[in-house]
């Protein structure tokens, strides 16, 4: 099976078939998911930390073990626009903790978000973007509150699973 068909096959076992219906040309957008999630691990190896990619097959094991994860990083792919977001998205789907969150907008000027990450480990890694498309990725975040003080932590889906 090709990685196109698996992707598709995935897509649809968990109800993004709106994803799809929703690319224009909609017969390309398989194509298009597949190529992004290719330049998701090109950019982890770029950055160091090509060890950390996802597979097709860890998202079909996630579909297993963890639908909930698999559904938020599928949003991811099909909601955000720069691989590096995306990636920041896994990350935190793995486990890293948000550390801290700088969002800049100007009406009608500019936009910039940056994400710093930490791993269990003490490791730190940023994420930035300057597509306002990459404003979905706050969407995906949960927040609460201890005491008085603002908490962020995980990642996301924000439709109801697939049963």
């Known amino acids: 099976m090709t990685e196109t068909m698996e992707m598709e096959k995935l897509l649809k076992a968990r109800g993004f078939e709106w994803a799809i219906r929703a690319y224009s040309p909609s017969d ?3 194509a298009h998911y597949t190529e992004k999630f290719s ?6 190896v770029d950055r160091g930390i090509g060890n950390s990619a996802p597979t097709l097959d860890d998202l079909a ?3 297993d073990s963890n639908p909930f994860k698999l559904d938020a990083f599928l949003e991811a792919l099909v909601s955000l626009r720069s691989s590096e977001m995306i990636v920041g998205a896994w990350r935190m789907i793995q486990g890293m903790q948000l550390q801290s969150l700088e969002l800049t907008y100007e009406s009608a000027a500019s936009f910039a978000l940056k994400v710093s990450l930490n791993s269990p480990y003490g ?3 940023v994420y930035s973007t300057n597509d306002i498309d990459d404003m ?6 949960m927040k609460s509150k201890s005491g008085d003080r603002p908490i962020i932590n995980g990642f996301f889906a924000l439709r109801r699973p697939k049963p």
């Open 28 to 30: 390309k957008a398989v």
């Open 39 to 44: 330049e998701i691990e090109k950019f982890m």
């Open 61 to 63: 094991s996630l579909q």
């Open 123 to 125: 490791e730190t890694e």
């Open 136 to 141: 979905n990725f706050v969407r995906h975040l």
